[in-house]
């Protein structure tokens, strides 16, 4: 074997081995994704099972508010039904409704003084903020997650593998422009 046989087999395995270095290293950054949406997926779940109890004892003192209760309940459905099919725009506007729903829900809440004493409906609602928040923290580890694998499969040399490999991009878990605004806390006391 000649001098130029050996150098020819010797690049071969070297771009053999770092092809295998960044397929590895995607397939990382795939799994992060994977991993980051199933925690917000049990966040959602969890929530979404408060969510009835909720309404459910909010109802026998808040007969006049039923459309503001109806509107959390819809929203729900339509967060449930996103989220089973993995559209990540429809679940973004859907837990924006509940958002924005829950907001207004519990400031309507603070004109039923006999609700505001009941101690179930009081542990639901810090359950419920308690997992809205861990909620947001978890979305910004997916956008990361989804960012970092993004930016991986369109970088070279990843982009030659990851073209070969099919390996694919993901959709950020978009927030609503309402939600980057100020809240306006006396409309929320007004309605």
């Known amino acids: 074997m000649g001098l130029g046989t050996i150098l020819i087999l010797v690049l071969l395995l070297a771009a053999g081995l770092y092809t295998v270095v960044i397929y590895n290293a995607l397939v ?5 994704v994977s991993q980051s949406w199933a925690n917000i997926d049990v966040l959602l779940k969890q929530r979404n099972d408060e969510l009835p109890k909720l309404v459910t004892v ?3 003192y808040m007969a006049y508010e039923q459309e503001t ?10 967060a449930e039904a ?4 993995g559209d990540m725009a429809a679940l973004g ?5 509940i958002r924005l729903g829950l907001g207004h829900f519990f ?12 101690e179930t ?11 809205e928040n861990a909620i947001a923290d978890r979305r910004e580890f997916y956008n990361a997650a989804v960012n970092r694998n993004n930016v991986r499969i369109e970088q070279f040399p990843d982009v030659l593998v990851a073209r070969f490999f099919g390996f ?17 806390l006396g409309a929320l006391f007004r309605t």
Request: glycine content about 4%.
């Open 28 to 32: 990382a950054v795939k799994h992060a």
């Open 58 to 60: 909010a109802r026998e």
């Open 69 to 78: 209760l109806g509107r959390i309940t819809q929203a729900r459905s339509r």
């Open 82 to 85: 996103a989220q089973r099919s």
């Open 93 to 97: 506007a859907a837990e924006n409704e």
């Open 107 to 118: 400031a309507v809440a603070e004109a039923y003084p006999e609700l505001r004493a009941n």
């Open 121 to 131: 409906f009081n542990q639901l609602g810090r359950r419920i903020s308690g997992l």
């Open 168 to 184: 694919k991009p993901f959709d950020l878990l978009e927030f609503d422009a309402s939600e980057l605004q100020d809240v306006d």
